[in-house]
Each structure stands twice: as C-alpha cells, then as structure tokens.
C-alpha cells in the first residue's frame, strides 16, 4: 500500500489521502451510517489523531468534493433533533478496495441502498 495516494479534480486541485484516512474510511463502512459528531469522536479517540473540530469538519467537505464520503442531513420534526451523517462514498469503496481493505466482490450498490 503507497504511504499516499493523490486524487485529481482538476490541473490546480488534488487531495491527498493517507494511509489513516483509508483505515477511518474502512471504519465507516463497517459501521455504514455515523453522525459527524460520532464520527468525529472515533477519528480522535480509536485514530489517535489530533485535528480540532473545525479541521475536522474541513476535510470532511474535501473528502465529500471528491466523492469519498456522503453526506445528508436528518430533521426530527420543526423543533425536533437535527444532524448531519455521513456514510462511504462510491471512490472510498474503489480506494478501499484497491488497497486491500475490501474484498472485491464487494457489493457497491449496497452503499446506496443504505442511505436511502
């Protein structure tokens, strides 16, 4: 497995994605669907990393532009809870996949199922 792995968007666009981010990538997919807070929460405590909140929150975005995560928001209601969650998207499975962390008989459609 390569230390770093460059995504492209464009000529002046690109994401780096480490070896942790693939082993918090494959973290969420076994768990299919976690609140940002949650996940938040087990990036910083079962990952040992230190990024604040706001980093956190900043990477996810990135993570999201480049089709690696998705995410939707759920509204109990007018005055009910409300939350952002997020779940793999369909390049986190191609990445994960290529890397070992998957089998490739994996399932993609599964994903979308999910979320639904």
Same mark, same amino acid.
């Given at each position: ?30 768990? @299919?669907?976690?609140? #940002? ?8 405590? &079962?990952?040992? !990393?230190?990024?604040? *909140?706001? +980093? ?25 809870? @409300?939350?952002?969650? #997020? ?8 990445? &994960?996949?290529? !890397?070992?962390?998957? *089998?490739? +008989? ?11």
């Amino acid at each position: 497995m390569k230390e770093e792995i460059i995504l492209r968007k464009s000529a002046r666009q690109r994401l780096e994605v480490k070896a942790s981010d693939l082993e918090y990538l494959a973290f969420l997919e076994q768990q @299919r669907l976690l609140s #940002v807070q949650q996940f938040y929460q087990a990036y910083s405590a &079962l990952f040992n !990393n230190r990024l604040k *909140d706001y +980093s956190f929150k900043n990477r996810l975005r990135k993570f999201e532009e480049y089709n690696l995560i998705r995410s939707n928001y759920y509204s109990n209601g007018f005055e009910g809870e @409300r939350f952002k969650y #997020v779940t793999v998207g369909s390049k986190s499975i191609e990445l &994960l996949i290529e !890397n070992k962390f998957l *089998d490739g +008989s994996y399932n993609k459609s599964k994903i979308y199922k999910f979320n639904q």
